[in-house]
C-alpha cells in the first residue's frame, strides 16, 4: 500500500522560509516521479514542482528561484524548500507520487502554509 505523509506546513511572515516534507511508503522516491502540487479554495490544484526518477526538476513559474525540490532516498522523502515567501503562496500543499502510465498519481492528505502580510 502506498501511503505519502506531508508535514512542516504552518504560519509564516511574508519573506520567510518553510520546508515541507513527504515521507513515502510502498513508492521508491528515487524511482519514481515526485510532486508538489498546492491548491486555494475555489482554484484547481496546480503543480508547483515535480522531480523525476532521473533527477530532473520542474518549477511553475510563480515560484522558480523561490522553491526547491529535492528527495533522500536513504530516508525515503522528498522536499520542498520554500523560500522568500508570499501571501499569494498561501495554499494546501500535496506531495505526490506518479504512478504507472495512464493511471494517475498518489496523493497524500496535505499539509496547509499560510503566508500572512
Known amino acids: 500500500q502506498v501511503q505519502l505523509v506531508e508535514s512542516g506546513g504552518g504560519l509564516v511572515q511574508a519573506g520567510g522560509s518553510l520546508r515541507l516534507s513527504c515521507t513515502v511508503s510502498?513508492?521508491?522516491?528515487?524511482?519514481?516521479?515526485m510532486g508538489w502540487f498546492r491548491q486555494t479554495p475555489g482554484k484547481q490544484r496546480e503543480l508547483v514542482a515535480s522531480?523525476?526518477?532521473?533527477?530532473?526538476?520542474n518549477y511553475a513559474d510563480s515560484v522558480k528561484g523561490r522553491f526547491t525540490i529535492s528527495r533522500d532516498g536513504a530516508k525515503n522523502t522528498v522536499y520542498l524548500e520554500m523560500n522568500s515567501l508570499k501571501p499569494e503562496d498561501t495554499a494546501v500543499y500535496y506531495c505526490?507520487?506518479?504512478?504507472?502510465?495512464?493511471?494517475?498519481?498518489?496523493w497524500g492528505q496535505g499539509t496547509q502554509v499560510t503566508v500572512s502580510s
Open positions: 522531480m523525476s526518477s532521473g533527477g530532473s526538476t
Open positions: 510502498g513508492r521508491n522516491v528515487n524511482a519514481n516521479t
Open positions: 505526490t507520487a506518479d504512478r504507472p502510465p495512464g493511471l494517475g498519481r498518489y
